[in-house]
Nanobody
Framework: VHLAESGGDLVQAGGSLRLSCEASEFTFNDYAIAWFRQVPGKAYEGISV????????KHADSVKGRFTMSRDNAKNRVYLQMDSLKPEDTAVYYC???????????????????WGQGTQVTVSS
């Protein structure tokens, strides 16, 4: 499994960014794929997840209405459209995958077995 995030940048509060995660070396549609974020000294926070075979999409309350996750199975990519960004959205953002046979539908980090290297998002006030 290989995951590579891109699209992180410095942006002003109220602005938008679109993150991408390119996946390779596994059967993309057999995995739930999620976005997490982490700030130094804190635990991973689950942001959004798309289940295997696109059965559902779930967003954390902290980003609901501002962030939208989508998935392009033909390109083996997922995206995170982030609008109305706030300084508290500043973090390293990761994509991660969980195989369908073990995933129970949560946004908790321990369910996700493979992770990308992350991309930095910084929102200035």
């Amino acid at each position: 499994v290989h995951l590579a995030e891109s699209g992180g940048d410095l942006v002003q509060a109220g602005g938008s960014l679109r993150l991408s995660c390119e996946a390779s070396e596994f059967t993309f549609n057999d995995y739930a794929i999620a976005w997490f974020r982490q700030v130094p000294g804190k635990a991973y926070e689950g942001i959004s997840v798309i289940s295997e075979r696109d059965h559902y999409i779930k967003h954390a309350d902290s980003v609901k209405g501002r962030f939208t996750m989508s998935r392009d199975n033909a390109k083996n990519r997922v995206y995170l459209q982030m609008d109305s960004l706030k300084p508290e959205d500043t973090a390293v953002y990761y994509c991660a995958v969980a195989p369908y046979y073990s995933y129970t539908g949560t946004l908790t980090a321990y369910e996700f077995v493979d992770w990308g290297q992350g991309t930095q998002v910084t929102v200035s006030s």
